[in-house]
């Protein structure tokens, strides 16, 4: 079947899917953010999106709501609309390619492959041998920028890791043994929304001690991250905010390895670069991304080794503090882009490309 629609009206429909597929962002991970729409004489019939980690994926959502809405008779003259290549395996669900060929729905236009082992071009295949037209690669740098956390872990086997801390006019990120609030009121919630994003947040062994901090997502809803903290010696007191038994915490260490109730003691050793220990742990763990909140050290180890995909730098600009802790120097980096909000001004660094390639 050739449905006649043109490229700009497949861009417009991918657009829908993009927009619904944002909406599981927080709640999926390790599954990627998806969106699908089935759409009939140029009508959307059905919506969906993966909403939660090991339910129903977009397309089962989509053609369900298509069902809902007694639409059921029109899929044999339909064409779905999926940012990311249907899977083909079986999983925590079953393959969302089976579906879309049960119902006899004759075009599958996709806007990204899917780069995880057990999909990987065979949800493609498996659609073509059943005879339904497969358009892909529409919108595709979008849909990859969608998923840049799932796309990195997948084909660079490492975690997406985002560097984040606020730092005074005059370049301090703290003083000594005193903490130092620098970022306002709506920073600070951009900050939890910024976790509710993430798998995972990682601090050093100061940061813990100093601050105290939670970790958690208390001024976004969403999930809050699993908490990883750098104690070596194990000798942060059990009663900091970090071990609260609310949620994982991962306690990277040189001691011991293992799990105690919501702990779990990653050993490392000293003589080998701890930030790549980090970044291998993840993997183990299946996590695909994490936010990295401090201290100076941990977050200028991650710049020097050059292992880092986003940073984004909150800047007071009318706080200074005078003596006190530098801020991290960033290296190998290009401003992508800016954001005011009230005297904090945030700035979002990338890799600077011709250094990294």
């Not at 861009?11 to 927080?26: K, N, T």
């Not at 925590?92 to 729905?105: E, F, G, N, Q, S």
């Not at 306002?184 to 910024?194: A, F, G």
């Amino acid at each position: 079947m050739n449905s006649g629609v043109s490229i700009q009206t497949h861009q417009d429909f991918m657009h829908r899917c993009l927009q619904l597929a944002r909406q599981g962002a927080g709640y999926v991970a390790p599954n990627p953010m998806v969106g699908a729409v089935l759409v009939h004489q140029g009508k959307i019939i059905g919506e969906g999106y993966h909403q939660v980690y090991g339910k129903a994926h977009a397309e089962v959502n989509c053609i369900e709501q298509a069902i809902a809405n007694g639409h059921a008779g029109k899929f044999p003259e339909s064409v779905m609309y999926v940012t990311l290549e249907p899977c083909a395996h079986f999983g925590k669900t079953p393959p969302c390619a089976d579906l879309i060929i049960h119902h006899r729905i004759p075009e599958v236009v996709i806007g990204s492959r899917d780069p995880f082992k057990q999909v990987d071009g065979k949800g493609i295949e498996k659609l073509q041998k059943a005879g339904i037209k497969v358009t892909t690669g529409v919108l595709e740098k979008e849909c990859l920028e969608l998923n840049k956390r799932f796309f990195t872990f997948h084909t660079l086997h490492r975690p997406y890791v985002i560097l984040k801390w606020a730092q005074t006019a005059d370049a301090r990120i703290g003083t000594i043994n005193r903490r130092l609030l620098i970022s306002n009121e709506y920073s600070n919630r951009l900050v939890h929304k910024w976790r509710s994003e993430e798998q995972a947040i990682l601090i050093g062994t100061n940061t813990a001690l100093a601050d105290n901090p939670e970790l958690t997502t208390r001024l976004w809803p969403g999930q809050s991250p699993i908490r990883l903290v750098i104690d070596m010696e194990l000798k942060l007191p059990a009663s900091l905010k970090i071990f609260a038994p609310e949620g994982r915490v991962i306690v990277f260490n040189t001691r011991k390895q293992g799990k105690e109730n919501n702990i779990d003691y990653y050993q490392v050793t000293e003589d080998t670069s701890i930030v790549h220990q980090i970044l291998n742990a993840l993997r183990h763990f299946n996590i695909q991304s994490v936010l990295v909140e401090g201290g100076a050290q941990l977050l200028q180890s991650f710049i020097d080794e050059d292992a880092w995909d986003e940073i984004r730098r909150i800047e007071n600009l009318q706080l200074t503090a005078g003596h006190g802790l530098p801020a991290p120097i960033i290296r190998h980096a290009s401003l992508a882009s800016k954001l005011e909000l009230g005297h904090d001004s945030i700035q979002f660094f990338e890799p600077d490309k011709s250094i990294r390639n």
